[in-house]
C-alpha cells in the first residue's frame, strides 16, 4: 500500500484532515485545543502537546505511548522522532519555505513544506524513501501535518493548501 502514495493528498477543514489516497482514506485526525485524535485503519490514537522547557508530541494508542516527537537542538531546528522504539530525525528550516524532513540513518524519508508567500499558503508533501513499515510511515505523515498544520496557524491562517509532490 505504500508504494502506491504518489496520488495521496490530504483534505483538511480548520478542525479535520484526511490523507485519501486513490478513494481509501487512510489518515483521519480531529483537531481540538489538546491535540488531536487520529484514525488510522482500525487503530485509534491521540496526539497531544507535552512539555513546557523542550516542548514535544506524543502520539498514544490506548493510553499507551508508542510515538514521540521532541526537541533535541539548541535552536529548536532538530527533533528526534521515536516510533515503535526506532529513532528518527526531524530538521526544520525557515526561509522562503518553513520545511520539516524526516530521516533514518540519515536517508531522507518526508518532507513537508509551507510557503507563505502566496495569498494562501501552500503545504506540500513529498515522500522520498518507502524503505520502512506502513505504520511508522503514516504515523510520520500524522506527525509532519500536525507540525506544519501549527506552523501554517501559527504564520498565516487557518485557510491554507496541501499539495502533494510526486
Same mark, same amino acid.
Given at each position: 500500500?505504500?508504494?502506491?502514495?504518489?496520488?495521496?493528498?490530504?483534505?483538511?477543514? #480548520?478542525?479535520?484532515? #484526511?490523507?485519501?489516497?486513490?478513494?481509501?482514506?487512510?489518515?483521519?485526525?480531529?483537531?481540538?485545543? #489538546?491535540?488531536? @485524535?487520529?484514525?488510522?485503519?482500525?487503530?485509534?490514537?491521540?496526539?497531544?502537546?507535552?512539555? /513546557?522547557?523542550? *516542548?514535544?508530541?506524543?502520539?498514544?494508542?490506548?493510553?499507551?505511548?508508542?510515538?514521540?516527537?521532541?526537541?533535541?537542538?539548541?535552536?529548536?531546528?532538530?527533533?528526534?522522532?521515536? @516510533?515503535?522504539?526506532?529513532?528518527?530525525?526531524?530538521?526544520?528550516?525557515?526561509?522562503?519555505?518553513?520545511?520539516?524532513?524526516?530521516?533514518?540513518?540519515?536517508?531522507?524519508?518526508?518532507?513537508? #513544506?509551507?510557503?507563505?508567500?502566496?495569498?494562501? *499558503?501552500?503545504?506540500?508533501?513529498?515522500?522520498?524513501?518507502?524503505?520502512? *513499515?506502513?505504520?511508522?510511515? @503514516?504515523?510520520?505523515?500524522?506527525?509532519? /501535518?500536525?507540525?506544519?498544520?501549527?506552523?501554517?496557524?501559527?504564520?498565516?491562517?487557518?485557510? /491554507?493548501?496541501?499539495?502533494?509532490?510526486?
Amino acid at each position: 500500500m505504500t508504494a502506491t502514495l504518489t496520488s495521496a493528498y490530504w483534505e483538511h477543514s #480548520k478542525h479535520q484532515a #484526511k490523507l485519501v489516497n486513490n478513494g481509501v482514506t487512510l489518515i483521519e485526525m480531529k483537531f481540538n485545543s #489538546k491535540g488531536a @485524535l487520529i484514525k488510522i485503519g482500525e487503530n485509534r490514537l491521540v496526539i497531544s502537546r507535552h512539555g /513546557f522547557w523542550n *516542548p514535544g508530541l506524543l502520539i498514544r494508542e490506548n493510553n499507551t505511548t508508542i510515538g514521540t516527537q521532541k526537541q533535541s537542538g539548541f535552536w529548536g531546528t532538530k527533533m528526534e522522532v521515536i @516510533l515503535d522504539n526506532e529513532i528518527f530525525t526531524a530538521r526544520t528550516k525557515q526561509g522562503r519555505l518553513f520545511n520539516i524532513t524526516y530521516t533514518r540513518e540519515g536517508v531522507d524519508i518526508l518532507t513537508y #513544506k509551507l510557503d507563505t508567500l502566496k495569498l494562501k *499558503p501552500v503545504v506540500q508533501f513529498e515522500i522520498h524513501s518507502y524503505e520502512l *513499515p506502513q505504520k511508522q510511515l @503514516l504515523l510520520l505523515m500524522a506527525f509532519g /501535518f500536525y507540525s506544519i498544520k501549527n506552523a501554517a496557524i501559527e504564520a498565516v491562517s487557518n485557510d /491554507f493548501i496541501v499539495v502533494a509532490i510526486a
